[in-house]
């Protein structure tokens, strides 16, 4: 089992910055990919970035390309978003999830097995 536990989420003004993390514990030596999703108000959960649990290939949704940067940490275990040049309709609950088993399509919540609890960014104009 893996847990996850996301932090750093808060309130910004268009055109700020946030950065988020989540931390993953318990078998995380056994994990492929993880990613970032996002849920708006009265809107479905979303695909935002993913990276590859080592490191290396990233991706993101067109909506967020040029503005936000996933990385990780393997010595800490620590996934990050780096959030830029907000935008109020970047408000929602952002989600960390990862995998234990390689995937074909990374940007469906089906593919993840393991989720953190959420952390609110709200962006005001």
């Known amino acids: 089992q893996v847990q996850l536990v996301e932090s750093g989420g808060g309130l910004a003004e268009a055109g700020g910055s946030l950065k988020l993390a989540c931390v993953a514990s318990g078998r995380t030596f056994s994990l492929y990919v993880a990613a970032w999703f996002r849920q708006a108000p009265g809107k479905e959960r979303e695909f935002v970035a993913i990276?590859?649990?080592?490191?290396?290939?990233?991706d993101y949704a067109d909506s967020v390309k040029g503005r936000f940067t996933v990385s990780i940490d393997n010595n800490k275990n620590t996934l990050y978003l780096e959030m830029n040049n907000l935008r109020p309709e970047d408000t929602a609950v952002y989600y960390c999830?990862?995998?234990?088993?390689?995937?074909?399509?990374?940007?469906?919540?089906?593919?993840?097995?393991?989720w953190g609890q959420g952390t609110q960014v709200t962006v005001s104009s």
């Open positions: 990276i590859n649990w080592t490191g290396g290939h990233t």
């Open positions: 999830a990862a995998a234990g088993t390689p995937k074909t399509i990374v940007t469906l919540e089906g593919a993840y097995d393991y």
